[in-house]
């Protein structure tokens, strides 16, 4: 009687290997291995308001986007700079609010209050967050939470800009194609920007920063405002995306400073996959949908969605793009020790 | 074996869902009412029962005559959240989207609950063209301003209670009374940081002045305080003899619960009070919400003889969901349900600017009095009769039982003070 | 007078609502989001079984009490033992169970304002001019009784101290034979526990909703974040000052503003003291 031992292995797949690199120009088949992920992302989202059924779940495309421009500012300041955000609604609420003051006290037309409010809003975010960024730990993930709390009380409670009424009657998008490509793009253009830039010099500073904070110091560059920056950016794609949410409902109020912004985007990188930053978005495209769908269900929909949540992160904290791109890549099999 | 009983669960399922399919249509293709409400709050719940116990009577009397075609009404409920705290605007206006878009909603009734969510919803519906008739919260007068202000792009917007202008004529002549009578001329208000509530303590705070009360002080309190003990004992120093209250917020059971404890010797009058409307407050503050007043706007919500409909609504509503009738929304929405309803028939079509002219020239008596509309802002018109006009409701908790105290003409009581103030 | 005496009591109830999260944190290093739920938890359970089963009120208390350690118990077991070290991850998992049992609560029907629970004693005294109902000072002594209480317990008892020496030092106190993850699943019974008090005191006050648990959980972080995260103390201290700044504010002020006077409390602390007032985690306070 011979007991045999054998374990899993798991290698990669020939044709990666073959296609790493400048093998990848090879022949027609590596460049498509690695070609085909990106073109069925942008393909698919790309096509994706032809083929929603009817108006309102168009409505729930921009919104996924809008999640989508969240959660990857969310995942690049998580997992690129270490910098844990709990507040994404205090950047659409900021976002939101600049949009619609420029709209409605002054009357700038959408396409020119999305840019204005992204610069101005990301000024004005990294400034506010300015105070706790050379702060480790814990506590900027609290005064984010705290912040959207706090703006929504500030304007309450001095009855500014709308007070609880907010601003209503602001413009919307030209039409609803315009509405919806043009959060589309953006997070496309989003994604493969970041994706580009954490791999330039600047890049791997952020990440220095996340590893090593004492070394980078120590090769004398100021942390402080490599962190400013990151804020800057990633507060300056959530308040174009509070921008673009004020003219999709034409309307700019103190729920845009709501937990749900905050949570729903840390949730959709969880499931999505950490750390890629194509997770996020898959996890928006999944999320937010499904809520929907649930709708029905009424609160029953939030205990599900927190479930799901939680059996994540005990069980595939990696995420659904973790689990994908091990399956495309390697493979695995039983081998004889 | 196995392979074959699911072959015929399957094929009986499949016979069943025909079954179904086809009983619907025999009756006529149904008329979709979409009520975006905040379904766990009372001003949500409320409302959804009013408008399921309106659609069930009048389903059993054969349904609507839409030129001759009789079609039954059918509800579709979304849960807004939009009274939740935290919860965005914008979760109601998909709401309202989904209701229109994919629910295929003929008109909109009931909400949206807040008014900032009912304000957003006007660009929306008139985008859309639907009607839609508030019956359960939007209490700002800025709501029907908006539709005069704007006809054309709004007009598709009803609302049949009364708003927070109409609530203050009441209570200040129910404070008329308490000075005759008692000679109580301090107010005090207390206001919840939201928008009616902020706006109507606005208001009463010059009408009460002018009317020769004295306001001794006003509070707006954030939504979620849990301490009101500075501002009661305010009250006492002050020497007020009225608290107006407008909080429909949890929190003012707190408020309730301590005024009784601390035996201030002041009357709280207070509307959008939903603590103190349930039937169960009695039972859930252990008697201390003895005294309190509220008003819920429209008879029909508490037990009287407004017109002859009144009680019958009352015990029907009581019969079918248990409970009586439980909040401002109540006899509203039933008496929007019945409201369109007439509005079809004499418009002989769904279409929305018929049905809008057919609504603007409702004359009917409902639950609580004469029901016709301004055809200018849409909003129902009020009086002190039922004969002439929407009548109010304004009842205090006396010995566990919610009597109604005003307008004298379908009064079942009197005011009373807690004994600590005579 | 009447500041001094019901901005105690509201630094008291904050404290109460503080000590949980405080104690959580303190000993393992867990942040548990999911207080306003174990809060609300207590109040729910003590209703049904004081109304619903028709227990009589102190059994029903101490019951719902016992639920909540367990509950505690068996989050942390179950749950955060796997997350334990990963700061966002722990985070987020305690929110999202939080989040799981309040909505649950709220689907489960427990919604509307009639769900109350009764006070311990009826009727008001008066404290010179001041008049103050009898509950709100049961609540203030007891709430005191039990910090100090509290204190002896991780002064003089042996579990306490464990307790204490896994706050201070996890390395050494693992030396010393202290099994980490076991102290770590009572602290988190203990902050279940203190959050069910909490409730017990402070609820029958008004009605229990829902949104008060989530009230509770900022508050607790506004308080602990104030006093340094970890220590207890500091965590008594930081509720008497925002108690104080908040009834402050609605005497001289207004009342408009109480909400905001927490949260200004957190920035302010960040910006001039980030590590608290008795913060022993000096290291967070490092700039960099």
Redesign the interface.
Known sequence: MSTQESRKERIDRGIKVRSDGLYALMSWRELSYLTLPRFIMIAGMLSLPFLMPDMYWQRVISIVCIYAILALSFDFL?HYVGL?S?GGAFFIGTGGYIAGILNSYFSIPPFLTVPLAAIIGGIFCTLMLL??L??????F???T??YP??MA??IE?FDIFGGTDGLVGIDSFSSSFAEQYFVIGMVLIFLFGLRRFVTTDRGLIFTAIMDN??AV?ASGID??RYKALAVFIASAMGCMAGACLTHIYMWSGISQFA?DFS?LP??AT?IGGAGTLVGPILGCLILVPVSELLRD????R??FY??I??GF??FK?GGIMEFGQRKYEQFERWTQI | MKRKRLQITFILFIAVLFGLWGSNAFAGKPIILGAPLST???YG?DAERGMKLAVDEINTAGGVNVNGEKRPFTVEVIDTRDL???VPVSEALMAVERLILSKKADFILGGPNRSEAALAALSLLSKHKKISIVTSGVLTPAYHKTVAKEYDKFKYAFRIHGEAVNLIGEMIANFADLKEKYGLTKVFIMAQ?VSHARGAAKVMGKVAGSKGFEVTGT????T????F???L?KV?STGSEIINIWMDM??S??LL??WY???IPALPFGSTL??AE?P??W????GKGEYTLCNVVNAGNAPSDATEWTMKFYNAYAKKWGVEPEGLGSSSSYMAVYVLKDAIERAGTLNSDKVVTALEQTDIMGVYGRLRFDPKSHQVIVAQDPKDGAVGSILQWQDGKRIVVYPKSIAKGEIQLPPWMK | M??LV?GT??SV?LALMGLGFAMVYGISRV?NFAHGALYIVCGFVTWTLFHKIGLPYFISIILSLCVNGVLGILMYRF?LI??RGM???E???S???G??IL??F??GGF??????L??FM???LMIGD???????LIMMVIGILLVAGLWVFTHHTRIGLALQGMAQDERAALMLGIDSDFMAMLAMGFGAVLAGVAATL?LP???I?V??G??VL?MS??VC?VGG?GSWTGAFFAAFIIGYA??LT??FI???????VA??A??LT??LK?SGLFGQ?K??????
């Open positions: 998580a844990v709990l105070p706790c050379p702060l480790k730990g814990v506590y993930a609290i005064v939470l705290m709390l706090f009380r500030v409670a904070d004492q110091k942390i402080t937990l949570i840390i949730a969880v269900f009424g609160t029953l939030i205990v927190a479930s949540l939680v992160i005990l904290s | 766990a709050y009372l719940w939740e705290p935290g940081d509070e707006i309190f954030p979620g305080t849990t301490d003990s500075m501002a004992l006492k949890p929190e059971a707190i619960k301590q404890d601390l035996k939903a603590a349930q169960g407050f039972k859930a503050t252990n | 009447e500041i019901y009591i509201n109830s942040p749950v796997r997350v700061n966002i991850s985070i987020i998992a929110y999202a169970i989040l799981a909505e649950g709220r689907f919604r509307g304002m009639t769900y109350t009764p006070v009826e009727g008001s001041v008049p103050v109902d009898f509950h709100r402070i006050l008004g009605n909703v949104e008060s989530y009230h900022i972080i506004a974040i995260l908040q009834i609605v005497v207004g009342s408009h503003f109480q909400m905001v949260l200004l957190i920035i960040l910006i980030p985690q290291e967070l306070e490092e700039r960099v």
